[in-house]
C-alpha cells in the first residue's frame, strides 16, 4: 500500500512538471527551481534535486536534420481540409508554414501559406502569400525598429501579384509573460502588377498575443495602409488566430484562423472585403 501511495504521489508530481533533454537524448522531469546562464536545478519527483550544466542540455528546437540551420526557432507546419459532399461538392485546402525566433537583440517572423478551394468541378480559390518581419530589440528599452516584406497572389483579386514592403518604429505597451501588446509606425510601398498602381502608404498597426493558459493562445494584428499619393483609399488588414495546443510530445496543436483584408478602391465587379477563415493541425518539427 506505501509503495502504491508512492506511485501515485510521483506521477502527480510527474504531471505538472517540465521535461528537460540532455545532450545525449536522454530526459528528465521535474520542477526547475531554478535557471541561469550556467545551470538548471531541476526538482526529479525521484532522484531528488539535481544541477545540470547548461552545457549538458540540449537547447530547444535544434537545427534541421542534425544541422544548425533554424536552430532555436519555432517552426510549425500547418495543413487544414475541409469538403461537403450532397448538394454541392466542395473542396477547401489550406497549406501554411510559421517560423519565428527571438533574444534579447531581435526577432524574426516567416510567414507562409496556399489557399486552394474548389466548388462544383469549379475554383473558386487560389491564393498565397509570404512574408518576412525583422524587429530590431534595444536593452532595457520598450522600443524597436522593424522591417517587414510581404507577397501576394491571388487569382480571384484585380491585381493577381502584389508586394509591399515596410519600416519603421514599435512600442511595446504591454509586456509581460501572459499578454502583449505593440503598435508599429511607418511608411509603406505597395506594387499591384496586373493593375500595374504604385502606392505609397503609412503603416498603422496593432499587435496583441494573449497566452491565457499554458496551451491556449490568442493573437490579434491589425494593420491599417493609408495612401498617401491617394488621399482617401486605404486598405486595413485584420488578423485573429486561436491556437490549442494538443500535444507537447510531439508538437501537435488546433489552430483557428480568421483575416479579413478591406481594399477601398477595387476593380469594378470586385469586392472590397475579402474574408477568409480556416482550422488546421499544427505540427512542430
Known amino acids: 500500500m506505501r509503495r502504491l501511495l508512492l506511485c501515485f504521489a510521483l506521477i ?13 537524448g536522454d530526459k528528465l522531469s521535474g520542477e526547475i527551481v531554478e535557471r541561469n546562464a550556467e545551470r538548471v536545478v531541476l526538482d526529479h519527483p525521484a532522484l531528488g534535486r539535481i544541477e545540470i550544466p547548461i552545457e549538458k542540455i540540449r537547447p530547444p528546437n535544434p537545427g534541421l536534420f542534425g544541422s544548425s ?14 469538403g461537403a459532399q450532397g448538394n454541392s461538392k466542395t473542396t477547401d485546402v ?12 531581435r526577432r524574426w517572423a516567416f510567414g507562409a501559406a ?16 509570404a512574408e518576412l518581419r525583422r524587429d530590431w530589440l534595444f536593452r532595457d528599452s520598450r522600443w524597436f525598429l522593424f522591417a ?15 508586394v509591399s514592403g515596410a519600416g519603421g518604429v514599435g512600442y511595446e505597451f504591454v509586456k509581460n509573460e501572459r499578454f502583449d501588446l505593440r503598435g508599429l509606425l511607418g511608411p509603406s510601398l505597395t506594387k499591384e502588377f496586373q493593375e500595374d498602381q ?33 488621399l482617401g483609399e486605404f486598405r486595413n488588414l485584420s488578423i485573429l488566430a486561436w491556437k490549442w495546443r494538443l500535444l507537447d510530445e510531439p508538437g501537435l496543436s488546433l489552430i483557428a484562423g480568421v483575416d479579413n483584408e478591406y481594399q477601398s478602391a477595387v476593380a469594378s465587379g470586385s469586392k472590397h472585403n475579402d474574408l477568409k477563415y480556416s482550422t488546421s493541425i499544427g505540427i512542430d518539427f
Open 12 to 24: 502527480a508530481r510527474a504531471a505538472g512538471a517540465e521535461t528537460i533533454e540532455l545532450v545525449n
Open 69 to 82: 540551420f533554424l536552430a532555436g526557432w519555432k517552426r510549425t507546419f500547418q495543413l487544414g481540409a475541409s
Open 94 to 105: 489550406l497549406a501554411a508554414l510559421d517560423l519565428s525566433y527571438a533574444d534579447e537583440e
Open 114 to 129: 496556399y489557399r486552394f478551394g474548389v466548388a462544383d468541378g469549379e475554383t473558386t480559390r487560389n491564393d498565397a502569400f
Open 148 to 162: 517587414n516584406g510581404r507577397f501576394d497572389y491571388d487569382d480571384f483579386r484585380s491585381w493577381t501579384y502584389r
Open 198 to 230: 504604385f502606392f505609397v502608404e503609412a503603416l498603422v498597426g496593432l499587435e496583441a498575443i494573449w497566452k491565457i493558459s499554458k496551451n491556449h493562445s490568442i493573437g490579434l494584428t491589425n494593420r491599417f495602409f493609408p495612401a498617401l499619393n491617394d
